[in-house]
């Protein structure tokens, strides 16, 4: 539904989605961050990427979500947010932690789910499943240096997405200082198999 590469489609203030089926639609909107040869570098406080999620996403009953970071191990703990419109935040990918708080709840914010990301300087491979037919959300870290791969997961009551959420990479309350890039989003849960192909294409386009 969305793919998001720093070497395709920046021109300006605009990230490009270039994902086949809805290119032309969804387009990110940067604000201070830059792109490098490295990836989207985010190194002042202020800097951050906002990107809508697709409407084609708010009537489905499952999703996923990737991408690549880097953390540099500066600023506030900088998070990936994915924020519905009462700017709740609901996914933290954060240098040190991944925090789920029921994804793609509206309403219901209140059970959260730690996973440490043991290796925060490296550039890993971030993915997280979310099936809202059974509340299962699952997440798999991937750092490509040593080949270890971690998951894990818990089930919630989670709702639905609302009208006007929006994933940003980086955000003034809690800035990130390295890289965020290779943004996917998919309207349905992504198998085992199709994860670790993803992760063997890195930021291209993937399935």
């Given at each position: 539904m969305g793919y998001w590469n720093s070497k395709l489609g920046v021109s300006g203030e605009t990230w490009a989605n270039i994902a086949p089926a809805t290119t032309g639609q969804y387009d990110a909107v940067i604000n201070g961050?830059?792109?490098?040869q490295n990836g989207m570098v985010f190194a002042k406080t202020t800097d951050h990427v906002?990107?809508?999620?697709?409407?084609?996403l708010?009537?489905?009953?499952?999703?996923?979500?990737?991408?690549?970071?880097?953390?540099d191990g500066g600023f506030n703990n900088g998070y990936a947010d994915l924020v519905n419109q009462d700017g709740r935040?609901?996914?933290?990918?954060?240098?040190?932690?991944l925090v789920l708080s029921g994804i793609f709840d509206t309403y219901k914010y209140r059970d959260h789910k730690y996973i440490p990301i043991k290796n925060p300087l490296r550039l890993i491979y971030i993915t997280i499943t979310a099936d809202l037919?059974?509340?299962r959300i699952t997440a798999y870290l991937?750092?490509?240096?040593?080949?270890?791969?971690?998951?894990?997961?818990?089930?919630?009551?989670?709702?639905t997405i609302?009208?006007?959420?929006?994933?940003?990479?980086?955000r003034t309350q809690t800035p990130h200082s390295g890289i965020m890039d290779g943004i996917r989003i998919y309207n349905r849960v992504l198998t085992q198999e199709e994860i670790a192909r993803n992760w063997a294409v890195?930021?291209?386009?993937?399935i």
């Open positions: 961050a830059t792109v490098t906002q990107i809508p999620i697709p409407t084609e708010k009537s489905t009953t499952s999703a996923t979500f990737e991408m690549r970071m880097r953390s935040e609901l996914i933290w990918i954060g240098p040190y932690e037919t059974n509340g991937y750092d490509p240096l040593t080949g270890d791969i971690e998951s894990d997961g818990y089930t919630t009551d989670i709702g609302a009208d006007g959420d929006f994933v940003w990479l980086s890195g930021i291209e386009l993937g």
